[in-house]
């Protein structure tokens, strides 16, 4: 019986054991699929969350690219490109709040506050900063090594003496714009503000070149991987990525002719009492600018005051290209260029040349049509010929010719001259942002009012320089292209581009094109050589032991729709030597005191100023002197007799003293 009832006991045991045999290998087998999930399925999840306990990765920074200047401009001078910006390594601050316990987070907010002196909203920032839940917090930017240094060796000896991770405060290094020649080319380059984008962490231009060569300049950020221990070295750790630089760029400004031109520019807004000046300087062949200067100046390393202020918001512009005007007197060279071609094509289809250049003509006769009121010479000249006309900067004798050249070849053939040509009512592809195109009217367009663009005395306005807007590089274009001998001009700022495995990826290659016959320029520039010789409106703006051609202008701003009487831009434009030019120069004085009498005229504000700049820097590249008897009088060679145009100039005075019976 005892057999017969154990044999059940025996059945439901084995049962039991199964029961549990099967939920032990249930329990192991979900074991196995966790372990696969986690160690297989989720590895990467979990490895980061075990690496985030241990270490981190911040960014390793890069070097935004450089401007370097112009180099080898002579043969004279070894002159190697100069960095015009230079990147100086700064540090930022940072913390670990969850690796600081709450008993050290007072003591380390007081002593930091000392050595950074954080007073009233900084200190409450950056007290903030300690008690926000986060493994990175930023609590300073842009410290120096001194500062660094001075917070480490205080951290080494707070951190032990706390028992601290070292990286529990830890430094962040990056590069910060600095300027080694302060205020020079300030507007030009601008600069970078001192935050950089949240999201890509690249530099924020303020403009300029900046700007315009932003995607260039960009570098791409590095990463490294610093571990949290705290016998870990402060600041150590291993690159995962290394940072790639951005390019650098290689401009054709010259430091030393930029410096001339920024102290005469100076000089003369002062004397002058404008509201601002500016100069370019341009190498006629290549179209290179060798300097751009403006005054007031602008300060890059203290761009924040100049665009929190709006009385100084105006000294930020590069105003040789934004600011247009009408240009006035100085582009009666480029309608007589007209003219004279105008000439040439009318021989050349067997008719009688418009206009004789020896030829007496009685301006006081000159009946321009279309006008409510007759135009007016500033000379009282009755009787000029074409260089005449040049040297008393006659209204009368160009518009005239303008009409005549209209009369024959259509006002379209004119306005074509002007834009295809010359370049007018287009922006000259400065490598510059914010460059305004200028306005040149068009024969049957209207304006927004409907009132014509073109009507019929626009021919004889445009001929001396009205009813049309240009800025400083468009008219300085204009005038390269007759210093060179006619061939056309691309102003630029750029002579190559560098990657940062100086590797040359852009360099600028100037194309000559011929856009005017050189006898045509021949002509010109003879008569613009009277301009700067005595009895021309630019008597002051001769340069010592050189020969030199120009234009002075002095053209009324509009007020509430009206000319202004006593508000003026003057300008003066010119080249030397005047036969193989080498360089172009562009003054513009921007609203010279009126109450100053004479001062507020192109030949006597913006004139005088050409000849300093052109002197020091021809004398600076090595071109040697081609009138050396029209040199300065301590020279042993000067002359006046034999100095250039002496002759020319007395026989013009004895032909007009002639006409004029005086």
């Known amino acids: 019986m005892k057999v017969e009832k154990g044999l059940p006991v025996r059945i439901q045991d084995k049962k039991n054991l199964i029961v549990l045999a099967f939920f032990v290998f249930a329990l192991f087998s979900l074991l196995i699929l966790q372990f696969f999930k986690i160690q297989v399925l989720e590895a990467e999840k979990w490895l980061q969350k075990a690496k985030a306990q241990h270490q981190f990765v911040i960014a390793?920074?890069?070097?935004?690219?450089?401007?370097?200047?112009?180099?080898?401009?002579?043969?004279?001078?070894?002159?190697?490109?100069?960095?015009?910006?230079?990147?100086?390594?700064?540090?930022?601050?940072?913390?670990?709040?969850?690796?600081?316990?709450?008993?050290?987070?007072?003591?380390?907010?007081?002593?930091?506050?000392?050595?950074?002196?954080?007073?009233?909203?900084?200190?409450?920032?950056?007290?903030?900063?300690?008690?926000?839940?986060?493994?990175?917090?930023?609590?300073?930017?842009?410290?120096?090594?001194?500062?660094?240094?001075?917070?480490?060796?205080?951290?080494?000896?707070?951190?032990?003496?706390?028992?601290?991770?070292?990286?529990?405060?830890?430094?962040?290094?990056?590069?910060?714009?600095?300027?080694?020649?302060?205020?020079l080319l300030g507007q030009v380059l601008q600069t970078i503000r001192e935050d950089k984008d949240a999201y890509t962490h690249q530099a924020i231009p303020t403009g300029g070149l900046e700007y315009y060569f932003n995607t260039w300049l960009q570098g791409k950020e590095g990463?490294?991987?610093?571990?949290?221990?705290?016998?870990?070295?402060?600041?150590?750790?291993?690159?995962?990525?290394?940072?790639?630089?951005?390019?650098?760029?290689?401009?054709?400004?010259?430091?030393?002719?930029?410096?001339?031109?920024?102290?005469?520019?100076?000089?003369?807004?002062?004397?002058?009492?404008?509201?601002?000046?500016?100069?370019?300087?341009?190498?006629?062949?290549?179209?290179?600018?060798?300097?751009?200067?403006?005054?007031?100046?602008?300060?890059?390393?203290?761009?924040?005051?100049?665009?929190?202020?709006?009385?100084?918001?105006?000294?930020?512009?590069?105003?040789?290209?934004?600011?247009?005007?009408?240009?006035?007197?100085?582009?009666?060279?480029?309608?007589?260029?007209?003219?004279?071609?105008?000439?040439?094509?009318?021989?050349?289809?067997?008719?009688?040349?418009?206009?004789?250049?020896?030829?007496?003509?009685?301006?006081?006769?000159?009946?321009?049509?279309?006008?409510?009121?007759?135009?007016?010479?500033?000379?009282?000249?009755?009787?000029?010929?074409?260089?005449?006309a040049f040297q008393k900067s006659s209204n009368l004798y160009v518009a005239e010719l303008i009409h005549k050249v209209i009369d024959t070849f259509g006002e379209e053939w004119y306005r074509k001259q002007l834009q295809e040509i010359f370049g007018f009512g287009k922006k000259t592809g400065i490598e510059l942002p914010s460059e305004t195109a200028g306005f040149l009217p068009s024969p049957g367009k209207c304006y927004a009012n409907g009132k014509l663009q073109w009507s019929v005395p626009t021919p004889g306005c445009l001929a001396i320089g009205y009813n049309l807007l240009a800025n400083g590089m468009q008219m300085l274009r204009a005038y390269a292209i007759l210093a060179n001998g006619g061939y056309e001009v691309q102003p630029s700022l750029v002579k190559k581009i560098v990657n940062h495995r100086q590797e040359v990826v852009y360099e600028r290659v100037p194309v000559k094109k011929a856009v005017l016959d050189s006898d045509i320029v021949d002509r010109v520039i003879q008569g613009m050589k009277f301009v700067t010789k005595p009895g021309g409106s630019a008597s002051r703006a001769e340069v010592p032991g050189f020969t030199e051609a120009g234009k002075t202008s002095t053209s009324e701003k509009i007020r509430n729709g009206e000319y202004a009487k006593n508000i003026h831009i003057s300008t003066f434009t010119g080249f030397a030597p005047a036969k193989n030019a080498r360089i172009a120069v562009l003054i513009g004085i921007d609203e010279p005191d009126f109450n100053l009498g004479p001062m507020f005229f192109g030949g006597r504000c913006a004139s005088p100023v050409f000849g300093p700049i052109a002197a020091r820097v021809l004398n600076y590249l090595g071109v040697p002197p081609d009138d050396p008897h029209g040199s300065v009088k301590e020279d042993p060679l000067y002359d006046p007799a034999k100095a250039d145009m002496a002759q020319e100039v007395k026989a013009l005075r004895e032909l007009f003293l002639k006409w004029h019976k005086r």
């Open 223 to 388: 990463k490294r991987r610093m571990l949290r221990s705290p016998k870990f070295p402060l600041d150590r750790g291993d690159i995962l990525e290394f940072p790639q630089n951005g390019h650098d760029i290689y401009l054709t400004i010259h430091p030393y002719i930029q410096a001339i031109s920024e102290e005469e520019i100076q000089k003369a807004v002062k004397a002058a009492q404008a509201k601002s000046g500016w100069v370019i300087v341009m190498d006629v062949n290549t179209g290179d600018i060798l300097a751009m200067a403006q005054y007031p100046f602008f300060y890059p390393g203290d761009y924040r005051k100049f665009y929190s202020d709006p009385d100084l918001l105006e000294n930020t512009k590069v105003k040789a290209i934004t600011d247009c005007y009408e240009p006035g007197s100085i582009l009666k060279p480029i309608s007589i260029a007209i003219a004279l071609k105008a000439n040439k094509e009318s021989i050349l289809h067997g008719h009688p040349p418009l206009f004789d250049p020896e030829a007496k003509v009685d301006v006081k006769k000159v009946r321009l049509p279309g006008r409510k009121k007759p135009m007016k010479d500033v000379s009282t000249a009755q009787f000029l010929n074409l260089n005449m």
């Open 60 to 183: 390793e920074p890069f070097k935004r690219g450089v401007f370097y200047s112009n180099g080898y401009l002579s043969s004279t001078h070894d002159d190697l490109p100069q960095p015009l910006v230079i990147d100086l390594p700064m540090f930022h601050l940072y913390i670990d709040p969850e690796a600081l316990s709450e008993n050290v987070k007072g003591p380390m907010i007081q002593a930091l506050a000392e050595k950074m002196k954080w007073e009233g909203d900084a200190l409450e920032k950056a007290r903030g900063e300690f008690y926000k839940k986060s493994r990175s917090r930023k609590l300073t930017m842009w410290l120096d090594h001194e500062t660094k240094e001075s917070v480490e060796t205080w951290w080494n000896k707070f951190a032990r003496q706390q028992k601290l991770p070292h990286n529990a405060l830890y430094f962040v290094q990056d590069y910060k714009r600095s300027y080694p020649y302060g205020k």
